[in-house]
């Protein structure tokens, strides 16, 4: 983590806004752009009562008054003469549902969400949409996960093993033990964006960032499904604004070029590092397979299990466009994998919520192996190709959304994904002026991460423009020799200078090696990916057998998220928080008190 802690995002000032949002992008971190506040939802909550042997004893929904409880809901589902229950001076303990008792072998326990509530469910405020489980059990669920909040100076709030049932994800876990009364969010089209907890309030150079057992995420908390044993972290982070961009061209100097057997070396040692580190996604999967390296068969196999256990829906339009990607690096056929087409949610999906990186890949993941599209589909190459240069700025950047000004990053991915059109009447006047957008930025030392850097390098190889030239340089160097000054000592890329490695700069720094060696050999961009003549089929391998199967806890999101394109929903796809106190009796053993954390 403390390395992760380190990083700074690049604006400060409502002017520079759009850099922290692109940053936010490029990380997934906000995997989404801007839209209005949406609405209040409703004031209905679902109640469920599970009596032994997990039997549904009740399930409706109720509608509460403002500042009422679950346990509120709990009464008004199954009616006052069904609930007994005990006062002590930390409030109500439920001693019996529907003529079932607790004893000293069994209990009534509170679920919010899925996940093991700290508190009773007379403290527990109701939220509009929540899902709230009552289970009689003799002892907790199977699965468990850690949370960890660090705020201020680095300050952390740990709690071990949060049980929980069914599929909730890293928002509710939050929501659920720090408590919603101490988060306040805006909501937008796209989610939830944290602005206090407990009075840590996000100001103008501060926000939450979401990771998973130390390392950011590509998606955001509420995008993200609990998975045992994982360590789910919300930190609180400061970035500082970057040089004004300029507005005229820099003269500099000629850029220093990278020796080809430095450039050799650093391949070899980052592709090791890739392969021996244990860390592998789409993004190094694509590395592997343009380099010419084995992808391990697990890796299909791992996406084959989340694609079936999703049914093949989700929230978000990227998920489907860098599975896309990942499964057809891998051998897989995305349009038939696990019994699922993954590519047609992009020709006919949302691919505007997650601003213009979301129609950047989709143009990317349908021309990586040329799949066919149809004339009658919502997002047509031709209608991709025109959104993206209709929404091109004046200096020749691209920004997150419509409105946010230009950014490096944004800008070099839609250079990416318009690379196979650059002979074309209308792009290719957008391409050259994109590319001298680039070039006044870096000459003015306006970008100064290895990220930015790395996804300009995927753009220039794809557009066929050599990275270890004049063409853009930066601190005297050419833009590959920049990237190179990144790498850290056993092949990690630092996402700035004076840093150590971490995982997503990583990610993006071996893409860009890649690329320029595709370029350099003459084989075209890093995302042609043809389909495999015999794609590979990938052995879903089945749970464990005699395991309890746990009740899934509603998904209050199911009716929205119908095409599974919804978005992240905190800042920087991330959430917001601090700690809150554990609501015990003192007294009573310690028996009692373990008892009493689960107890409703």
Same mark, same amino acid.
């Given at each position: ?77 199954? $009616?006052? #003469? =069904?609930? %007994?229950?005990?006062?002590?001076? !930390? /409030?109500? +303990?439920?001693?019996? *549902?529907?003529? @079932? &008792? ?76 720090? $408590?919603? #009364? =101490?988060? %306040?969010?805006?909501?937008?089209? !796209? /989610?939830? +964006?944290?602005?206090? *907890?407990?009075? @840590? &309030? ?97 890796? @299909? ?98 920004? @997150? ?200």
């Amino acid at each position: 983590m403390k390395k992760q802690l380190g990083r700074v995002v690049e604006m400060v000032s409502n002017r520079n806004l759009k850099f922290l949002m692109a940053f936010m992008l490029v990380f997934a971190l906000f995997a989404g752009g801007f839209g209005q506040k949406a609405a209040a939802a409703s004031s209905t909550v679902t109640v469920k009562v599970l009596g032994e042997q997990d039997e549904v004893l009740t399930e409706k929904q109720v509608a509460l008054a403002d500042n009422k409880t679950a346990f509120d809901a709990l009464v008004k589902s199954v $009616g006052e #003469e =069904n609930v %007994k229950i005990e006062e002590f001076d !930390f /409030g109500k +303990m439920i001693k019996e *549902i529907q003529g @079932l &008792a607790g004893t000293d072998k069994i209990y009534w326990a509170f679920y919010a969400n899925g996940v093991s509530a700290m508190t009773g469910a007379d403290s527990y405020k109701a939220q509009p949409g929540d899902t709230y489980l009552f289970r009689y059990q003799s002892e907790a669920p199977k699965d468990k996960v850690n949370l960890k909040i660090v705020g201020k100076a680095g300050k952390s709030q740990d709690y071990k093993d949060v049980y929980y049932l069914g599929e909730p994800n890293a928002f509710q876990l939050l929501q659920t033990v720090v $408590g919603p #009364e =101490n988060l %306040k969010f805006d909501q937008y089209d !796209f /989610g939830k +964006m944290v602005t206090s *907890i407990n009075g @840590l &309030a996000s100001t103008e150079n501060t926000y939450w960032s979401f990771y998973v057992n130390d390392e950011p995420q590509m998606i955001g908390a509420e995008d993200y499904t609990l998975e045992p044993g994982k360590t789910v972290s919300f930190v609180y982070e400061t970035f500082t604004p970057p040089a004004e961009e300029p507005e005229t061209e820099q003269p500099g100097l000629e850029a220093e070029k990278y020796p080809k057997d430095s450039f050799q070396k650093n391949l070899h040692e980052v592709l090791e590092n890739i392969q021996t580190s244990g860390q592998l996604g789409e993004w190094e999967a694509i590395a592997l397979k343009q380099a010419g390296k084995p992808i391990p068969a697990s890796y @299909l196999e791992e996406v084959a299990k989340r694609v079936t256990e999703r049914n093949g829906q989700f929230r978000s339009i990227t998920d489907y466009e860098r599975y896309t990607l990942g499964i057809l690096a891998a051998g897989g056929n995305p349009e038939n994998f696990a019994g699922y087409n993954l590519v047609e949610p992009i020709y006919n999906g949302d691919v505007l919520k997650q601003g213009l990186n979301g129609v950047a890949y989709a143009l990317i993941a349908l021309d990586s192996a040329n799949f066919k599209v149809p004339a009658n589909a919502k997002w047509t190459r031709e209608k991709l190709v025109d959104y993206l240069l209709e929404n091109q700025n004046s200096n020749g950047g691209w920004g @997150l959304n419509q409105g946010a000004g230009s950014d490096p990053d944004t800008t070099a991915m839609v250079l990416t994904a318009l690379a196979p059109y650059k002979e074309d009447g209308a792009p290719k006047p957008a391409i050259e002026k994109g590319i001298e957008y680039l070039k006044n930025l870096f000459a003015s030392s306006a970008v100064d991460s290895s990220t930015a850097t790395a996804q300009a390098v995927i753009a220039m190889s794809a557009l066929g423009l050599d990275a270890n030239s004049n063409i853009i340089a930066a601190d005297g160097k050419t833009l590959l020799g920049f990237l190179a000054s990144f790498i850290q000592p056993g092949g990690g890329f630092a996402w700035k200078a004076g840093q150590e490695a971490d995982a997503l700069s990583t990610q993006q720094g071996v893409q860009a090696l890649v690329a320029y060696h595709l370029y350099k050999n003459g084989k075209g961009s890093l995302y042609s990916l043809n389909l495999a003549d015999v794609p590979v089929d990938p052995v879903i391998k089945p749970a464990p057998s005699g395991q309890p199967v746990q009740p899934a806890a509603p998904d209050k999101q199911a009716s929205t998220e119908k095409e599974g394109h919804r978005l992240p929903d905190t800042a920087t796809d991330s959430y917001t928080w601090l700690a809150l106190g554990f609501i015990l009796a003192t007294g009573g053993g310690t028996v009692y008190l373990l008892r009493r954390k689960q107890q409703a």
